[in-house]
């Protein structure tokens, strides 16, 4: 992972209240859950309450590293025991909105 990309994802801090995906056992080829964001730590380590599939309750999820974290390479476990958390859409909104209005405006353009 280059250092860039490293640097980003210890940058990433969802805000209380935010939406994401949350992986079980670190499994990203597993369908992810909806999960709020509870929690948001120092290099984007979030505590998130997982709305499980029946929707009638929450399970909740302490100290879950974003699913690029490099920490995770050297310490795979904290996956399995924590899961790990990504954006909905898989970027971060400020991203995600930036590409949105520069795809909407080569639609525009191309019109």
């Known amino acids: 992972m280059s250092k860039d990309k490293a640097a980003r994802i210890s940058s990433l801090q969802p805000m209380i209240a935010e ?6 056992r670190g499994d990203t080829n597993r369908e992810p859950r909806a999960a709020i ?5 120092p290099g984007g380590v979030l505590d998130v309450s997982v709305i499980l599939k029946n929707g009638r309750r ?20 904290h996956a399995v025991d924590n899961g ?20 909407g405006a080569r639609v525009k353009a191309n019109q």
């Open 19 to 24: 939406l994401c995906w949350w992986y079980p």
């Open 84 to 103: 790990v958390w990504d954006f909905v859409g898989g970027m971060p909104p400020d991203v995600a909105a930036t590409l949105s209005v520069s795809q």
């Open 37 to 41: 964001v509870t929690g948001s730590n």
């Open 58 to 77: 929450l399970e909740f999820a302490q100290g879950v590293r974003h699913r690029d974290d490099p920490s995770l390479e050297q310490f795979p476990q």
